[in-house]
């Protein structure tokens, strides 16, 4: 079964950090360009940022508003993604979810998401 | 970067009766990559539709998409009760990805 799943969400303060991971299972992940997608409280989808697959470069980009706050990385021995969250805002206030990124289907697979929470 | 609007905002059925979704880009997008996706209340969304008009696995040929260039809808022919649900438009053509803000369809 084709899975994601991750964790690492919490309650932060603002200008702290969070990194936050998403297990992969069911497919070839070294192969799999990836998302960050979130979604703040009662709002629409957010694109955060994305990686390619080290054979197509390995290579990063982000969206605007996060844009040399966060980084995206992954450990293709251990099938897993990641986002290190560096100084948080509240408007970061967000369930974060990982996705796969494909240049055909789109995002085809999403993990259920985990909840940053950016308060004083 | 493209700019997805799309309409209604909310759309108030019955079930048995049909939803006509639209999304409108702000500038053409690449090859048709448009993708729709359902999204209900607590859970993660759900790819439905790529490449403009081709239906993901596993998703009932009630679903159709349509459209090229600036225009393009998702019909859902016969609505089912476990269809209320928020859908979203999104291009994947060009960087960075972009969504629409969502239609909402509702139990009239």
């Known amino acids: 079964e084709v899975q994601l799943v991750e964790s690492g969400g919490g309650l932060v303060k603002p200008g702290g950090s969070l990194r936050l991971s998403c297990a992969a299972s069911?497919?070839?992940?070294?192969?799999?360009?990836m998302s960050w997608v979130r979604q703040a409280p009662g709002k629409g989808l957010e694109w955060v940022g994305r990686?390619?697959?080290?054979?197509?470069?390995?290579?990063?980009d982000y969206a605007a508003p996060v844009k040399g706050r966060f980084t995206i990385s992954r450990d293709d021995s251990k099938n897993t993604l990641y986002l290190q969250m560096n100084s948080l805002k509240t408007e970061d206030t967000a369930v974060y979810y990982c996705t796969t990124d494909d240049w055909l289907l789109g995002m085809d697979v999403w993990g259920q998401g985990t909840t940053v929470t950016v308060s004083s | 970067e493209i700019v997805l609007t799309q309409s209604p905002g909310t759309l108030s059925l019955s079930p048995g009766e049909r939803a006509t979704l639209s999304c409108r880009a702000s500038?053409?997008?690449?090859?048709?990559?448009l993708a729709w996706y359902q999204q209900k209340r607590g859970q993660a969304p759900r790819l439905l539709i790529y490449?403009?008009?081709n239906r993901a696995t596993g998703i009932p040929d009630s679903f159709s998409g349509s459209g090229s260039g600036t225009d393009f809808t998702l019909t859902i022919s016969r609505l089912e009760p476990e269809d209320f649900a928020v859908y979203y438009c999104q291009q994947y053509g060009s960087s960075p990805p972009t969504f629409g803000g969502g239609t909402r369809v509702e139990i009239k």
């Open positions: 500038q053409s997008v690449s090859s048709s990559y």
């Open positions: 069911g497919f070839t992940f070294s192969h799999a360009w």
């Open positions: 490449g403009a008009s």
């Open positions: 990686i390619k697959s080290k054979s197509d470069g390995g290579t990063t």
